[in-house]
């Protein structure tokens, strides 16, 4: 078997790794210091179990290395120290989480776990989408944050080569946007690219933010372009949902734009503000939400037009872009 141990300290991570050998001499070991390290190894040689230490496991970004975990049925295990009682970010219930000094005494189930796993049952990525005719001056713009790697993958499987422009502002560290662009790509037949600044969006194309550089935003020039604004944080964020939502409100009658799950208030003021501009707009509800935050305070505000769960959400914004449609 092939385990991946991803531990800020040596000291820990060679104590993991003289355990796992001691009982399998046969296992191949990849390490990682940091969640980057951990993605790239886990993509590229798909381990069968990974052990995470519940200091990089608490990171925001490793909702995206769960994401992942999920699709190659990786077993996971955080590390915690016995001592200690991190808040852990957003993680699973079902996570397994087990003291670091413990380890050899759980080692056989989580072994023959991992062996056992069975892949995520997923919506079929290439499957057609019942519209297929879209105004062409149309376009979609979704905002995300806790909770939105798996929302975003369940949504993009809808969209296929000829869907409306597509613009997504996930909260995902910079270093992560490129992985998050790969597993979105896999997951529907759109292309699914970094934004360049001038770039006219184009159908077939979905459009996220090449890092947390820049704040993706709309231009109204002969048609509407990307532009990527070098600007402070926005409602906490960099790149901000608000930001790329209010860019919008000039072309708010070609718009239809989705609030996911997510903590705080980011993309509340701009969803309302596109709602009362013409837009059609969405929230997702609070039974599918991760974290009801986000959408809740746009509802709040009047911002959200049709709250929904996550499923219907796809096929709802490829809908909402075939014709007009009324608040």
Avoid at 7 to 15: A, D, K, T, W, Y
Avoid at 145 to 171: K, M, R, Y
Avoid at 191 to 216: C, K, M, N, Q, S
Avoid at 228 to 233: A, E, I, N, R, T
Wanted: some cysteine.
């Amino acid at each position: 078997m092939k385990f991946l141990i991803a531990h800020q300290s040596q000291l820990s991570m060679g104590r993991v790794r003289r355990a796992i050998a001691a009982a399998h001499p046969q296992a191949q070991f990849l390490t990682a210091t940091s969640l980057t390290e951990a993605y790239n190894l886990s993509e590229h040689h798909e381990p069968d179990c990974v052990f995470i230490s519940e200091t990089l496991a608490s990171l925001p970004e490793c909702e995206l290395l769960l994401s992942l975990f999920g699709i190659l049925k990786i077993t996971c295990v955080v590390l915690t120290e016995a001592n200690t009682r991190a808040e852990v970010y957003a993680l699973p219930d079902s996570l397994a989480k087990i003291p670091e000094a413990d380890l050899e005494q759980h080692l056989g189930k989580i072994v023959k776990a991992a062996g056992q796993a069975t892949p995520v049952a997923r919506a079929d990525p290439k499957k057609e989408s019942a519209v297929s005719n879209y105004d062409p001056n149309k376009f979609i713009l979704i905002g995300a944050s806790t909770g939105g790697i798996d929302a975003l993958i369940t949504i993009a499987q809808h969209f296929g080569e000829n869907c409306p422009p597509v613009l997504i502002v996930q909260h995902t560290g910079g270093s992560f946007a490129k992985s998050l662009i790969r597993l979105l790509n896999s997951a529907c037949r759109a292309t699914v690219t970094p934004a360049e600044d001038g770039l006219d969006i184009e159908p077939g194309h979905i459009y996220l933010a090449p890092d947390d550089r820049f704040h993706l935003t709309l231009a109204q020039r002969r048609r509407p372009s990307i532009h990527l604004k070098s600007h402070d944080l926005i409602s906490g964020h960099r790149p901000s949902i608000d930001a790329l939502f209010m860019s919008a409100l000039p072309l708010a009658p070609q718009v239809t734009a989705a609030l996911l799950t997510g903590m705080g208030k980011d993309g509340a003021a701009g969803l309302t503000e596109l709602r009362r501009a013409g837009a059609h707009t969405i929230g997702q509800d609070q039974h599918t939400s991760v974290v009801y935050g986000m959408p809740r305070v746009a509802m709040e505000m009047g911002g959200v037009c049709l709250q929904l769960p996550l499923g219907k959400i796809g096929p709802a914004l490829l809908k909402a872009s075939a014709g007009k449609m009324r608040a």
